[in-house]
């Protein structure tokens, strides 16, 4: 079973970066994609960003293209989430998440399609 770790989060002041990382261990050569998730307490899941296993298919959020960049570590397994000029709005738990059998990508958004999920890791964005 493939397992999924988060780190990178922390506390900033709003316009600020922060580089997420997803490392996946166990069987890899099934994943098709990497998702990354956010949570805020009291609202639902959101899409953020997501990359096929080799880079050449990437979808962000709305809400983030501009600021957010997905990319893949070079000789690793890394999913890298690069975050910034953060503002409070984007205060949250970061997931990331595989699925178990491949989806087109306009399904990535979804988090119902993903299987295997890390523990997140804490952003906070104030002043």
């Known amino acids: 079973q493939v397992q999924l770790v988060e780190s990178g989060g922390g506390s900033v002041h709003p316009g600020a970066s922060l580089r997420l990382s997803c490392a996946p261990s166990?069987?890899?050569?099934?994943?098709?994609?990497t998702g990354w998730f956010r949570q805020a307490p009291g609202k639902e899941r959101e899409f953020v960003a997501a990359?096929?296993?080799?880079?050449?298919?990437?979808e962000i959020a709305d809400s983030v293209r501009g600021r957010f960049i997905i990319f893949l570590g070079s000789a690793n397994n890394t999913v890298y989430l690069s975050m910034n000029n953060l503002q409070p709005e984007d205060t949250a738990v970061y997931y990331c998440?595989?699925?178990?059998?491949?989806?087109?990508?306009?399904?990535?958004?979804?988090?119902?399609?993903?299987?295997?999920w890390g523990r997140g890791t804490q952003v906070t964005v104030s002043s």
């Open positions: 990359i096929s296993t080799r880079g050449e298919k990437v």
């Open positions: 166990g069987r890899t050569s099934s994943v098709y994609f």
């Open positions: 998440a595989r699925p178990e059998i491949n989806y087109s990508s306009q399904y990535w958004n979804r988090p119902s399609i993903y299987n295997f």
